[in-house]
């Protein structure tokens, strides 16, 4: 079992930026693919960003250049910071993990395929 919890959602103006935590714990956070998916009602959930216990990461297109995944494996703690922010990344967004046996770009395009999630965090952001 992987426990996931969220941190750094609020609301900001378009152009504003925001930086979102993630603390993981549990049976075992070594090899492993995390990420950061976002879910707006009647939408499909999307994979925003990924990175694995090797540094790998995989953006989606339409964050590539403002958004930024990284992690602290020494705190066990995913972040993922957003700048230039624009009113379509109003999302929940959760942090979520999934034993890697892919690659990121694998499990990016496949969010559900990620077993472990946080609870969410609201961004919203206005025009």
């Known amino acids: 079992q992987v426990q996931l919890v969220e941190s750094g959602g609020g609301s900001v103006q378009a152009g504003g930026s925001l930086r979102l935590s993630c603390a993981a714990s549990g049976d075992s956070v070594t090899n492993i693919c995390m990420g950061w998916l976002r879910h707006t009602p009647g939408q499909e959930r999307e994979g925003v960003a990924a990175?694995?216990?090797?540094?790998?990461?995989s953006y989606a297109d339409s964050v590539k250049g403002r958004f930024t995944i990284s992690q602290d494996n020494a705190k066990n703690t995913l972040y993922l910071q957003m700048n230039s922010l624009k009113p379509e990344d109003t999302a929940m967004y959760y942090c979520a993990a999934v034993r890697r046996y892919y690659s990121v770009d694998y499990y990016l395009g496949r969010p559900w395929l990620f077993n472990y999630w946080g609870q969410g965090t609201q961004v919203t952001v206005s025009s």
């Open positions: 990175i694995d216990t090797d540094g790998s990461t």
